[in-house]
């Protein structure tokens, strides 16, 4: 039904959604599950078919599960030391991406994976998500304020 790159543009559209690879298998499982059960009447439609079966089955988890979010307890690491300043820096790097990434909404991370990943116009993403091109333009805009006070400070700090 869908190739092999279609499914890793799904699967990249599912970790918008989700911060666990696990729980972004799982969304894309579900998601595909209802595509094959009921499938778009225009089978040149199939990619954003399932897009939006996507989203709306990570609405439709987020409204049935009232669950409580654990988060992982740190353990006391093992401490290397390495003289190679590039792997701390491409680790600290990861680590701040992940953090922002974290602190995005699920919203913006939409927007985010839409936009810049896929590389879709501004007018594209609105439609997509059914919002007014302004609005998706004043998310994009608080999410690069926020981005730049946060690389911005810490760079210089640092």
């Known amino acids: 039904m869908y190739d092999r790159d279609t499914l890793n543009r799904l699967y990249r559209y599912c970790r918008a959604f989700c911060d666990q690879e696990s729980d972004a298998f799982d969304l894309l499982q579900t998601a595909l599950e209802r595509c094959v059960k009921t499938p778009p009447r225009d089978p040149a439609a199939k990619v954003a078919y399932a897009m939006r079966a996507i989203r709306n089955t990570f609405i439709d988890q987020l409204r049935s599960n009232a669950r409580v979010t654990f988060e992982p307890i740190e353990e ?83």
């Open 76 to 158: 006391n690491s093992v401490t290397l030391e390495f003289d190679l300043a590039s792997l701390e820096d491409t680790i600290l790097d990861r680590d701040e991406l992940e953090q922002a990434w974290s602190e995005m909404t699920i919203i913006e991370r939409e927007i985010l994976y839409l936009w810049a990943v896929e590389g879709y116009s501004t007018t594209e993403v609105a439609t997509h998500l059914e919002k007014p091109r302004n609005t998706v333009l004043s998310i994009i805009h608080r999410m690069r304020q926020r981005l730049r006070r946060r690389f911005g400070k810490e760079r210089t700090a640092g």
